[in-house]
């Protein structure tokens, strides 16, 4: 299906974080900002969240994966991971792509930060109210 030299480049995003990734054809090594998946990723939860969908489609073992990723924090980070390689190995195979979905990881979890309102400690807390 692909060819030695192809590589699937796509972007995944999640509240303030993006994240480039390249999908080449390899043993199943994570690079994420030229650094090592375990040292970047400090928890086995947020590591296994952002290869979930290698695991599920049973890609794991079948590509490398070269991640450069900016804002945010490690979740939002990991987040965005997950949808970059969903959407690379999309490119790679699009009969994928059901498989993906109902795992509901196609769609880009759109949840931000509400802002803060003026006159308000956050963004919906108000202050004690004081009747006299």
């Not at 990734?21 to 900002?33: C, E, F, M, Q, S």
């Not at 990723?69 to 999309?90: D, K």
């Amino acid at each position: 299906m692909s060819e030695p030299n192809e590589v699937y480049i796509a972007v995944g995003r999640r509240k303030t974080a993006s994240a480039r990734v390249r999908l080449i054809p390899g043993t199943g090594k994570v690079t994420v900002n030229k650094r090592a998946f375990e040292d970047y990723f400090p928890t086995e939860a947020m590591r296994g969240f952002a290869v979930q969908p290698l695991v599920i489609t049973g890609k794991q073992a079948d590509f490398d994966v070269i991640a450069n990723i900016t804002g945010g924090g490690n979740i939002g980070q990991a987040g965005a991971l997950r949808h970059g390689i969903t959407r690379a190995l999309m490119l790679f195979n699009a009969e994928l792509r059901p498989t993906l979905k109902a795992a509901g990881m196609v769609t880009r979890d759109s949840r931000e930060k509400e802002r803060k309102k003026p006159g308000r400690p956050g963004a919906r807390k108000r202050f004690q109210f004081s009747k006299r």
